[in-house]
């Protein structure tokens, strides 16, 4: 048994009330944040992986305390959520990327252990994954019986396994 809930687009107003609460800061470019507004069509989930996109990029820093753009005229914003979260995979460290890929892989959630069970897991497994805890690409859901994660969202999860060859996939899964 469920209950569908349909959800309408934000409006432009909207969007842009998001945005300004999310990053607070008052001085944001109009041209940025038109382009945030467009480019998101009204989906909250755009609106959040664009701002993660540009502080991974460097274009909004964290600085006393507070939100601050560094440069907004060097980032380019990807058309279509896909791009973006694809973007943010591309943008990390191999061996972080090659473990949130394994984590793909397992599923929405999978357990510390079995990742170390999987015969090329890396021996600073703990590390990558604070890593992609830090960039938000996944979240601690557990630690108790065994430490455990999940993707913050299905649409990383599907970005991350989509981001390895078919070939690559098919040896992971047989493992």
């Not at 609106?47 to 274009?59: F, I, K, N, Q, S």
């Not at 909004?60 to 791009?83: F, K, M, Q, Y």
């Not at 079995?114 to 015969?119: A, E, H, P, W």
Request: charged share 30%; no cysteine; proline share 5%.
């Amino acid at each position: 048994a469920h209950t569908g809930i349909s959800l309408a687009r934000l409006e432009a107003e909207q969007t842009s009330a998001l945005l300004a609460h999310l990053l607070q800061v008052p001085d944001l470019p109009d041209e940025l944040r038109r382009s945030v507004v467009d480019k998101s069509a009204g989906n909250p989930l755009f609106v959040e992986e664009t701002l993660r996109a540009l502080m991974d990029a460097g274009a909004v820093v964290h600085e006393n305390g507070g939100w601050r753009v560094a440069s907004a005229t060097d980032v380019s914003i990807p058309d279509h959520l896909h791009g973006l979260l694809s973007a943010r995979i591309d943008a990390l460290d191999p061996e972080p990327r090659r473990t949130l890929q394994l984590d793909a892989v397992i599923g929405r959630s999978f357990g510390y252990r079995v990742l170390k069970s999987i015969g090329d897991a890396p021996d600073d497994l703990g590390d990558h994954l604070d890593k992609l805890e830090r960039a938000g690409l996944i979240v601690e859901t557990a630690e108790v019986p065994d430490l455990e994660f999940g993707f913050r969202h299905p649409l990383l999860r599907e970005a991350a396994y989509r981001s390895m060859l078919n070939r690559e996939r098919r040896a992971q899964h047989a493992r």
